[in-house]
């Protein structure tokens, strides 16, 4: 129930382990807020005022608990969960396996929270549905482990954008995942009050060019102000 079949991957299977062992997969992912996040803020970044504020942006963050009431800019107006598309099948692999996919794909280069665009240009402009330069795979798979590239995405890129982290997907450094399906022109999300939205590829998204804003509206139109659970944004999807 946590799969979609229009990802033909959702019916894969992770093979891992001497003696091999099997996990499947969920197109699932919770909603870490409308930032450019740093990778490393996964785990020992509790304490760091740069962490605290990042993850205050979304419904969910590692380390720091946070209810209902948490959500000042309202249950129906900010996302909880929402799709993104599964790395192609890896086997006796932990996450390194190159999947040149936009959806699904990682791509391996350095980005900063100043300019997010700059994942944006990670896009084979000659094929648009793959991504150019090194890559490597992870999304989906072992959603229990809960580390943000295999069950998060933010609010920053539109939905079906490239994913990037900056050398590797559990290595340091800033990095973007995005919502993505195989669904025709968007995504579905699910918002903090139980309703599903689908949500097109051309919502509004603002500007990319721009730095974050850790403590205030969301530089990222509609869809960074559905991400932040407390932006004080007034936006309609």
């Not at 590692?62 to 790395?87: C, Q, V």
């Not at 699904?104 to 994942?119: E, K, Q, R, V, W």
């Not at 050398?167 to 599903?196: C, E, K, M, P, R």
Request: contains cysteine; glycine residues 14%.
């Amino acid at each position: 129930m946590l799969t979609c079949p229009s990802d033909g991957q959702s019916r894969a299977t992770f093979v891992n382990g001497d003696p091999p062992n099997t996990t499947t997969f969920t197109n699932i992912v919770s909603c870490r807020g409308d930032v450019v996040q740093r990778q490393e803020w996964v785990s020992g970044w509790v304490d760091n005022p740069e962490y605290r504020n990042g993850a205050a942006r979304g419904g969910f963050a590692p380390l720091i608990r946070k209810n209902f009431g948490s959500i000042s800019d309202g249950t129906s107006n900010t996302i909880a969960y929402s799709e993104a598309a599964i790395s192609m099948t890896e086997v006796n692999g932990n996450g390194s396996t190159p999947d040149v996919r936009v959806r699904g794909g990682i791509a391996l280069a350095g980005i900063t929270a100043t300019d997010p665009s700059s994942c944006l240009r990670k896009r084979n402009t000659g094929s648009p549905n793959e991504l150019t330069g090194n890559t490597s795979g992870g999304r989906g798979r072992r959603m229990l482990y809960g580390e943000y590239y295999i069950s998060g995405f933010v609010t920053v890129l539109p939905p079906n954008s490239p994913n990037c982290a900056a050398n590797a997907v559990s290595g340091d450094g800033w990095s973007i995942y995005s919502a993505s399906s195989y669904h025709t022109g968007g995504v579905n999300v699910a918002l903090f009050d139980g309703s599903v939205r689908f949500v097109t590829d051309a919502v509004d998204a603002g500007a990319s060019t721009r730095a974050q804003n850790l403590t205030g509206e969301s530089p990222y139109g509609v869809w960074g102000a559905y991400g932040s659970i407390n932006g004080r944004e007034s936006r309609t999807l």
